[in-house]
């Protein structure tokens, strides 16, 4: 029977000796690295799984097929930028937060990566919307 008080197990924030899985993205926990030689290990496939349906939606056709560099892309690092939290989860020095969208928001770092640094454009319709959605809230 499914209770309102069952726990939801984060599978997205996990670490164990061999991996540290991010916000869903997969590094070596000895070394921090998405690749590593060492370990030997590459998380590019698994990881880009999670991310590319979101930039098919926010890529044009063209971007995506001569810009996303899929498995040869570089891949991430977080040596040094995260570590365990409470209950053993992993999260981000800088913010002491598990699952911080502003450190480890994969699709985020590689549509800039794509774009060179910019933010996913909005469009003038949907910052319309939004202000007229602020204006009923004040």
């Known amino acids: 029977m499914d209770s309102q008080y069952e726990v ?9 000796s061999y991996s540290v899985t991010l916000n869903g993205f997969i590094f070596c926990t ?7 030689e060492k370990c030997p290990t ?3 496939t698994a ?3 999670m991310v590319e349906d979101m930039l098919q939606e926010k890529l044009s056709e063209e971007e995506f097929s001569t810009k996303w560099k ?21 999260g981000c020095i800088a913010h002491k937060t598990v699952a911080c969208e502003e450190c480890f928001n994969w699709g985020e770092k590689l549509y800039r990566g794509i774009h060179g640094g910019r933010k996913p454009r909005v ?16």
């Open 42 to 44: 590459d998380n590019r």
């Open 123 to 138: 469009s003038r319709l949907q910052r319309k919307s939004k202000d007229r959605a602020s204006d009923r809230i004040e």
């Open 70 to 90: 899929g498995e040869d892309r570089d891949p991430f690092v977080i040596t040094h930028k995260w570590t365990r939290l409470g209950k053993g989860k992993p």
């Open 8 to 16: 939801v197990e984060d599978f997205d924030n996990v670490v164990d």
């Open 47 to 49: 990881n880009n799984m």
């Open 30 to 36: 000895r070394h921090g690295l998405e690749v590593c």
